[in-house]
């Protein structure tokens, strides 16, 4: 069974009168340890398409199979607890908390599943490491470096150890040699630790990277192929 | 989520703006203050009336000249037009009397007294010999007036221990003379003393014949007369018979006030219901105010943070949680004031207990209760609106808000 099978699904946006079609019905299924970069251009569908896996927005039409189960019956708090256990994601922008530390930050996910804070800070220290971002626990997101920053969401990200990462284009605000460093941190993941990924990119040498690549255009996938070149 | 962390992110929020909170909490702090002094103020004034309406005795009743409707207050001096209580009323009582058992005549006026090279002005009382028993105040040392000082209108004195201290510099004062408002009169006895009531130094008095009295204040009506029921229980049988006595020795006028424990009690229960309506008053309106602050804020504080809530739903917050989590900051701050209030009402009776010793504001068990419910009624209910806008977001808008 796919981990993920979207069917059919459809994402309007109501503008006034106007209606936006954001997603016009996608077909799409991931398959547990796969590592797929989505490319289009801008406005073409692609962080709807991965706000609607990652349980952040729901589908207009069609169905979302998560592990066979359709989570468009789920209700507020079996999304959350998709979002907190199953699915980790990864934006451009990092979404940390300024207020907090790098290890706070890490641990949030864990607030949110009734973990006690020694175990929680544990479990963000052994993240931490596995991003490869050690002897930064105490800062805030403000002292650090914007390839930093995406480490702190990464550990973030897997803290709970989900099936699948969702990464929006997480290399979008950082220079090439610190975006490739990020991407080969979730190759590493995704490797080891056999991690679904799914990755947005403008970058078409870092999507060349990937095993699979679908592309989309104006809310459909035009082209969904097999790279056997790629190295992930 | 845990509730520790709630309160924990709660208070690092609110410790964020360190005065921004603040500043919101003086609403509920000025309720809290306000409800905590007027309260204890109410419940200290009940104690204080309390007690003094029972040293009065319960079984006594109190004639006073004139009438008033309105029963449970003294009526106005100068409406006093009306015929006066006489000696003649005072023994028509006594001799005619069945449910009391004793009748005390009473005349006060102020002046001035001397001995040797000192002098004091004071207040004097004339009264006769049942005064020390009607209102248990016995003598310490000595003998009170007797029947006989009254009727053959003796000069004699019983001081209370002001005077003693004052007067006589606590040298025997028994059988030497004093002057008082200018005649000479004998010491015969003193009072025990009995401290101060309604803010009356009640031993810095003289006691002298209630007829010498009248001769010396130029006066033929009694400024009360005092009667003592057989029984407090069967008071309303004592209050029809004196009033019956009373409208027959004048000439069935009821021009005169009787006045009963009961009725002072009552009069002050109404007074005290009042007052409890105006603290509650006042308490609402600060708290409103105080209460509107807070969800002012806290809506800021929710647009602030509409990032971190679209952050907090991604990582797998449940709407619940978001909304529990601004439930619990609200309360943090409400009930932050709710303690500032609390204490600075406690210091504030503290102070005032140790400055006005003769009046203790009492501070209530539930007080504490009081102002915690308050605080967190508060916090709720003005919580609530900006919790549910937070718990409502969209993530994805949310995540996209600058
Ligand atoms: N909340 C919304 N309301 C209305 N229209 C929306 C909303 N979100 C997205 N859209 C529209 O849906 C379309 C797809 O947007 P989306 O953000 O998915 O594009 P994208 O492929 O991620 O673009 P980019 O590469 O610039 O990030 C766009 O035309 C966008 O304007
Ligand atoms: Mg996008």
Known sequence: MALIELKNVSKIYHLGSEDVIALNNINLKIEKGEFISIIGPSGSGKSTLMHILGCLESPTKGDYFFDGVNVKDFGDSRLAYMRNRRIGFV??????????????????????????????????AEALRSANLTHRN?????????????????????????????????TGNLDQKVGKEIISLFKGLNKEKNVTVVLVTHDLNVAAMARRIVRILDGEIIEDKENNIGTL | MELYEFFKTAIQSALLNKWRTFLTTLGIVIGVYSVVILVSLGEGAKLYFADLFSGMGSNLLIVLPGKKDTKGGAPHPMINTVRKLSLSDMEFLKKRGRTFETVNGLIMGGGNTKYSNRQRDLMIIGTNETFSYIHNMPVESGSFISAEDVLSKKKVAVIGHTVLKELFHNENPLGKQMTVAGGRFTVIGIMQSKGQSLGIDMDDIVYIPLTVAMDIFNQEGLTRITVKANSASNIDASIEEVTDLMKKAHSGNEDFTIISQKDMLSTFEKIAATMQLVVLGIASISLLVGGIGIMNIMLVTVKEKTREIGIRIAVGARRIDILIQFLIESITISLLGGIIGLLLGLLTIVIFNSLVPDFQVRLTPWIFMLSFGFSVFVGVVFGVFPARRAANMNPIDALRYE
């Not at chain 1, 990200?157 to 997480?170: G, S």
């Open chain 1, 138 to 170: 105490r800062h805030r997101p403000g002292e650090l470096s914007g390839g930093e920053r995406q480490r702190v969401a990464i550990a973030r990200a897997i803290v709970n150890n989900p099936d699948i990462i969702l990464a929006d284009e997480p």
């Open chain 1, 91 to 124: 934006f451009q922008n990092y979404n940390l908390l300024p207020q907090f530390n790098v290890l706070s930050n890490v641990a949030l996910p864990l607030l949110y599943c009734g973990i006690g804070s020694k175990e929680r800070n544990r479990m963000a």
